[in-house]
């Protein structure tokens, strides 16, 4: 083999360009990746506040108050955006972009790997959760809204209605969502800058109206006030912990939402507007319920709510409930980029990828993903009926998701930055206050925390299960492989066609395989039954680099060529045989991978003008039959092999996931012994 200069088979890191903070940015960025967070003031310190009432009855305001504050500056501004954010692969992050960046050469990749897989899942399990509460959270405002302004309606009508109601807005949340994140970040942009102008606002009257309690809530500064709990009345504080922690759900969907628009505009965003929003508005809270805390029997208590006068009720029910559609954003958007990267390493099968914008390439829909969301919030909503409950399903996955990410993160501390054991002590605050929050959580199990736990299982399962199988399909083809070296098959269809037993035929014919080194098993089909050549063989290979998550232009493309026989054997003369092209297309894991661009390049290295209609893709496709062979590495156990079948059956064909022409291709179908 001889081959081209175009392309390398070590491509070297690219240098990540950061992005400029604009207003469009920053704008967009409300819309999309602080929608969750800034919704938790609806129901987080209620909760807490609940959660101290039942435990003791009395209820340790500044105290509850300083470890919501401080969970939020440590959780999300310490570990996210000043530390995990770091660990990007050209502006994209999630847990699968750092189980790439934190197992790079190691020997412990499995295990890594296994952490990253049950983080993934565990997201999907809050993409469920994160909607539903949000929306019914912003709804049951109406309900504040009727009793202050003695409405028309009773308590159990409407206690009937609002979960249909939710139902009704959920509908069009994930409807939209196939004109793209771009699109839904600039239609949600202004209304989630106002709602973060409200939430301050408000906070700021209440402590107006409640300005002698200004210098009580002054202690909340302190971290020891809050912390110190744990000392001085340790089963308050596990009581309360767990609603602490739904001050911090979404700061897992700043991270996985870093590839739609880049670090600098979530950083800036979060410092100037998110943050400074929402102390204000919790201190507020806590003026309020200080100014009069009897009212924690009453069936509608709800600080938020109460904070605002009458007249600005239902406008402000009206703003809550947009902005709880948009909270949902950050996790489906999440959801779809973890879904794609998932794909493109193999643990998901493929899907339809939708990219809905022309400049950045994180930016995707899947319409599996986004209606399978839709169910599980549907029925979240149905089953829980109320924010109250459905409180009790959230936090247990969000918290575990946050301790994979943490103990990845560590990994990447330690191998690629260098810090050896230290990274575990730098991190060892964080791990400890997650440890914490996910025991604070454990309880919920059995309140609703089973919901998100069984949604997480279940993508685990598939993603363990396809990844298990596709590497065991690997395996038999590379046994099946060993048997026609590449060059000695060539060699051999070579002799075959000068000896008058192969026809020459024109146009390209492009044969599609996943390993390098192998045979198209489409290809050994085409000559053994049509028994012809085309004027051009391109033998093309989509290598997606588990390392990367782009790779640059220039090196896309690696062009190989298989060197001709000097002389036609046996002495006879004949036209020359065919060039046979070896064509790797390198591609990050971010990355859809793209044949047309690969293409181009094989055509203009060939020295032929560029025509598709020239073009015969021929591809092999798998039915899975199951094995008699008893080596336990050939096969699966039958629940496992009888669900991977499902999945490779309704797996998205080569054809439409390149979106290859489909009167151009000819597959070949064969089956595979598992």
Not at 477 to 504: N, P
Not at 567 to 584: D, M, N, Q
Request: hydrophobic share 50%; net charge neutral; with cysteine.
């Amino acid at each position: 083999m001889e081959a081209s200069p175009k392309g390398s088979p070590e491509p070297s890191p690219a240098t990540p360009v950061a992005k400029p903070v604009t207003l469009a940015a920053a704008m967009a960025t409300l819309g999309v990746v602080f929608g969750d967070i800034g919704t938790s003031p609806l129901y987080a310190l209620r909760e807490t506040f609940r959660a101290a009432h039942e435990h003791g009855g009395s209820v340790p305001v500044v105290a509850l108050l300083s470890l919501v504050i401080w969970s939020l500056i440590l959780v999300v501004s310490v570990k996210y955006v000043i530390l995990v954010m770091e660990a990007n692969d050209e502006g994209e992050g999630g847990v699968m972009t750092l189980v790439s960046l934190s197992s790079q050469g190691q020997q412990t990749r499995a295990g890594l790997v296994l952490i990253g897989l049950v983080g993934a899942a565990l997201l999907y399990g809050d993409g469920v959760i994160t909607p539903a509460i949000s929306v019914l959270s912003a709804m049951e405002g109406i309900k504040e809204a009727n009793d202050r302004l003695q409405g028309p309606f009773a308590a159990s009508t409407l206690a009937a209605v609002i979960p249909w109601l939710a139902i009704g807005i959920l509908i069009p949340l994930f409807a939209i969502q196939k004109k793209g994140t771009s699109r839904v970040g600039a239609y949600f942009g202004p209304v989630t800058l106002t709602w973060f102008l409200v939430l301050a606002c408000l906070g700021v009257l209440s402590l107006i109206r409640h300005h002698e309690v200004i210098p009580e809530l002054a202690g909340a500064l302190n971290p020891l006030e809050g912390f110190g709990l744990f000392l001085t009345d340790p089963g308050m504080a596990f009581a309360i912990i767990g609603a602490v922690f739904l001050a911090v759900t979404g700061a897992e969907a700043l991270y996985a939402d870093m590839g739609h628009f880049g670090g600098r505009p979530i950083r800036v965003t979060w410092h100037v507007i998110v943050l400074p929003s929402l102390l204000l508005n919790y201190f507020g809270q806590a003026a309020w319920f200080l100014a009069q805390p009897g009212r924690i029997d009453d069936a509608l208590f709800n600080p938020f709510f109460n904070m605002a006068p009458n007249w600005a009720q239902i406008p402000l029910v009206l703003l809550a409930t947009m902005a709880a559609i948009i909270a949902s954003q950050a996790l489906i958007s999440g959801a779809f980029s973890m879904t794609t990267q998932a794909i493109q390493l193999n643990y998901l099968p493929r899907m339809r990828i939708l990219h809905t914008s022309g400049e950045e390439s994180g930016q995707v829909y899947l319409p599996v993903v986004n209606w399978g969301l839709f169910a599980g919030c549907a029925f979240a909503v149905l089953q829980f009926r109320n924010s109250g409950d459905l409180a009790g399903a959230y936090g247990i996955s969000v918290s575990l998701t946050m301790l994979c990410t943490s103990l990845l993160f560590s990994e990447y501390l330690r191998k690629r930055k260098g810090l050896g054991a230290a990274a575990y002590v730098l991190m060892a605050p964080f791990l400890l206050l997650e440890l914490v929050f996910i025991t604070g959580n454990l309880p919920k199990i059995f309140h609703g925390g089973w919901l998100p736990l069984t949604v997480a299982f279940l993508a685990f399962s598939v993603m363990h299960i396809w990844n298990r199988g596709r590497q065991m399909l690997k395996r038999k083809f590379a046994l099946d492989e060993q048997k026609d070296v590449f060059d000695v098959f060539i060699d051999s269809v070579e002799d075959r066609f000068h000896t008058g037993k192969l026809r020459r035929v024109s146009g390209v014919a492009v044969y599609m395989v996943g390993n390098t080194e192998a045979v198209p098993m489409a290809f050994a089909h085409n000559l053994k039954h049509n028994k012809v050549v085309h004027e051009h063989i391109l033998v093309m290979t989509l290598r997606i680099d588990e390392y990367r998550a782009t790779v640059p232009a220039a090196e896309r493309v690696q062009l190989t060529y298989r060197v001709p026989n000097p002389a036609p054997p046996h002495g006879r003369a004949s036209e020359p045989f065919p060039r046979v092209l070896r064509v790797i297309g390198h591609y990050g894991f971010r990355e859809l991978a793209q044949v047309e661009p690969v293409l181009k390049a094989a055509f203009e290295d060939l020295g032929i003008a560029y025509d598709p209609m020239q073009v015969t893709f021929f591809l092999s496709r798998e039915t899975v039959v199951r094995s008699e062979s008893e080596n336990p590495q050939m096969r699966l156990p039958k629940v496992e092999e009888r669900i991977f079948e499902i999945l490779n059956r309704n797996s998205l064909s080569a054809t439409a996931y390149f979106k290859l022409p489909p009167g151009r291709v000819v597959e070949l179908g064969m089956q595979v012994e598992m």
